[in-house]
């Protein structure tokens, strides 16, 4: 089946160190994107990728970096800059510059220690 | 103002009642529009996309007003399983990429 794979599940992060979140997809999407979610509150875009080797900064990318080397992969590092990050990073992929919905991961919780 | 905007509610409705939700947007030049169901925790799932026409899948009924820049979701008879969060996706037009932009969302608890 196809989809989106995000892991781990839950992450635990120490004060200092920075963390990768892991997202893949064989959707054979060209373009995804890393939303963090906070409690009772919407989707706010970190970054988004609409081709290999390329990305683009969202409204939210401090403290954050990615990569895109492989269409199926998109990881996201969470660095020690980010000085809050405890929250729900979902990503997510679409058909590039298409009318199409975007197709979810089930999600990664990130706490601090 | 907002790209998306939304009520958050909560709306606390009876099983079997029929509520709606609204959803405005600011960008005339928005090419399309879903509505996505979040349970708590979990991540969030497309329910159905908004046409021109308006649509409908079962109890269900999407409607798109482009003039006044705002779509709607209709839920009939609902069921203690439609309880979720439902937000408000526009795919806008950011420069030379399309983005969706989501809404924060409405809560929706139906009540035995």
């Known amino acids: 089946d196809g989809g989106i794979t995000q892991s781990p599940k839950y992450l635990f992060r120490k004060e200092g160190q920075n963390v990768t979140l892991s997202c893949e997809q064989n959707?054979?999407?060209?373009?995804m994107y890393w939303y963090r979610q906070d409690p009772g509150q919407g989707l706010r875009l970190i970054y988004y990728s609409q081709i290999v080797n390329d990305f683009q900064k969202g409204d939210i990318a401090e403290g954050y970096s990615v990569s895109r080397e492989k269409k199926e992969s998109f990881p996201l590092t969470v660095t020690s800059a980010q000085k809050n990050p405890t929250a729900f990073y979902l990503c997510?992929?679409?058909?590039?510059?298409?009318?199409?919905?975007?197709?979810f991961g089930d999600g990664t919780r990130l706490s601090i220690l | 103002r907002k790209e998306v905007e939304q009520d958050p509610g909560p709306f606390n409705v009876p099983e079997g009642a029929t509520v709606a939700f609204n959803c405005t947007y600011s960008?005339?030049?928005?090419?399309?529009f879903f509505w996505y169901r979040q349970d708590c925790r979990k991540e969030p799932k497309l329910l159905m996309s908004v046409y021109s026409s308006g649509n409908e899948d079962g109890r269900f009924t999407a409607q798109l007003n482009r003039a006044s820049q705002y779509i709607s979701l209709l839920i009939r008879d609902s069921k203690l399983s439609d309880s979720a969060t439902y937000l408000c996706?526009?795919?806008?037009?950011?420069?030379?990429?399309?983005?969706?932009?989501f809404g924060s969302g409405t809560q929706l608890t139906v009540l035995p």
């Open positions: 997510a992929s679409k058909v590039a510059n298409s009318n199409q919905p975007q197709h």
């Open positions: 959707l054979n999407h060209d373009a």
């Open positions: 996706v526009v795919n806008m037009r950011t420069g030379s990429a399309r983005q969706l932009t």
């Open positions: 960008n005339s030049a928005s090419q399309s």
